[in-house]
């Protein structure tokens, strides 16, 4: 079978955590100067403890279309610590707090040179991203010259639906025209596998001997609790494993 579609996951696939214990200390370091500049009253430990599972909880409803899901957040956490945010700076602030983090991530130094052999075959590329801020993933896309590479770019923000819903595959493909039997999925958590799954794609599971991703890389934790350990049997036993971004050429026939 001739393979048409090569969807990517970005973080931890074409993108490679770094220290995410120092990233996520940057994050919360930069977002409680941000809301103590603007008056915030609560201590370095109260504010970490307010922040344990920031992006795990359930998203905020999307009252105001003009604010991404990661400012939605901000404006509730600052709610439950009765400060009052300033809706104008949400977008700094979530900006800030996003570079902070991203400051420990680095691209795979393997992901232009596959993605442009694929560009050269002829084949579709999509970007399938789960991430509650639009803008930053748009911002590192165009800094790294990957704005035009890909055929299409669902950031699940955007289309209000993220992985491992199948629906967010289902985007991906009308978009490209792509049938599910035609295309791979290559990503590097268990909802990259599940979703690809549930969407009819075959999945590609990449664990990267030294780097694996772990649930450190996914979500704050405050400093008094440890990470659940990442359940990748599921992904390893349901999906095509590989090492690195270089095996998807001989995949991708």
Same mark, same amino acid.
């Given at each position: 079978?001739?393979?048409?579609?090569?969807?990517?996951? /970005?973080?931890?696939? /074409?993108?490679?955590?770094?220290?995410?214990? !120092?990233?996520?200390?940057?994050?919360?370091?930069?977002?409680?100067?941000?809301?103590?500049?603007?008056?915030?009253?609560?201590?370095?430990?109260?504010?970490?403890?307010?922040?344990?599972?920031?992006?795990?909880?359930?998203?905020?409803?999307?009252?105001?279309?003009?604010?991404? &899901?990661? &400012?939605?957040?901000?404006?509730?956490?600052?709610?439950?610590?009765?400060?009052?945010?300033?809706?104008?700076?949400? #977008?700094?602030?979530?900006?800030?707090?996003?570079?902070?983090? !991203?400051?420990?991530?680095?691209?795979?130094?393997?992901?232009?040179?596959?993605?442009?052999?694929?560009?050269?075959?002829?084949?579709?590329?999509?970007?399938?991203?789960?991430?509650?801020?639009?803008?930053?993933?748009?911002?590192?896309?165009?800094?790294?010259?990957?704005?035009?590479?890909?055929?299409?770019?669902?950031?699940?923000? &955007?289309?209000?639906?993220?992985?491992?819903?199948?629906?967010?595959?289902?985007?991906?493909?009308? #978009?490209?025209?792509?049938?599910?039997?035609?295309?791979?999925?290559?990503?590097?958590?268990?909802?990259?596998?599940?979703?690809?799954?549930?969407?009819?794609?075959?999945?590609?599971?990449?664990?990267?001997?030294?780097?694996?991703?772990?649930t450190s890389a996914l979500d704050f934790q405050h400093a008094d609790q440890q990470p659940d350990a990442f359940q990748s049997d599921f992904s390893k036993n349901?999906?095509?494993?590989?090492?690195?971004?270089?095996?998807?050429?001989? /995949?991708?026939?």
């Open positions: 079978m001739s393979i048409k579609g090569i969807f990517f996951d /970005l973080y931890g696939t /074409l993108l490679v955590y770094g220290d995410m214990k !120092q990233a996520w200390n940057d994050w919360l370091a930069t977002f409680y100067d941000q809301l103590t500049a603007q008056g915030l009253n609560s201590s370095r430990a109260a504010f970490s403890q307010a922040c344990d599972g920031f992006f795990n909880a359930a998203a905020p409803a999307g009252k105001d279309g003009h604010l991404t &899901e990661l &400012e939605r957040r901000i404006q509730r956490l600052c709610a439950a610590l009765d400060h009052q945010s300033d809706p104008a700076s949400l #977008r700094d602030i979530a900006d800030r707090i996003a570079a902070a983090w !991203q400051s420990h991530v680095s691209i795979d130094p393997e992901a232009m040179p596959v993605l442009m052999d694929l560009k050269q075959r002829n084949k579709t590329l999509g970007l399938v991203s789960n991430f509650d801020h639009p803008p930053h993933v748009r911002r590192i896309l165009s800094e790294n010259g990957w704005a035009t590479v890909f055929d299409t770019i669902v950031i699940s923000s &955007e289309v209000g639906v993220k992985k491992p819903d199948p629906a967010i595959f289902a985007i991906a493909l009308q #978009r490209t025209g792509i049938a599910p039997g035609d295309a791979i999925y290559i990503g590097d958590t268990h909802d990259d596998v599940a979703g690809a799954i549930a969407a009819g794609i075959r999945p590609i599971f990449i664990t990267r001997t030294n780097n694996p991703t772990d349901a999906a095509t494993i590989i090492q690195n971004l270089q095996e998807v050429l001989a /995949l991708a026939k």
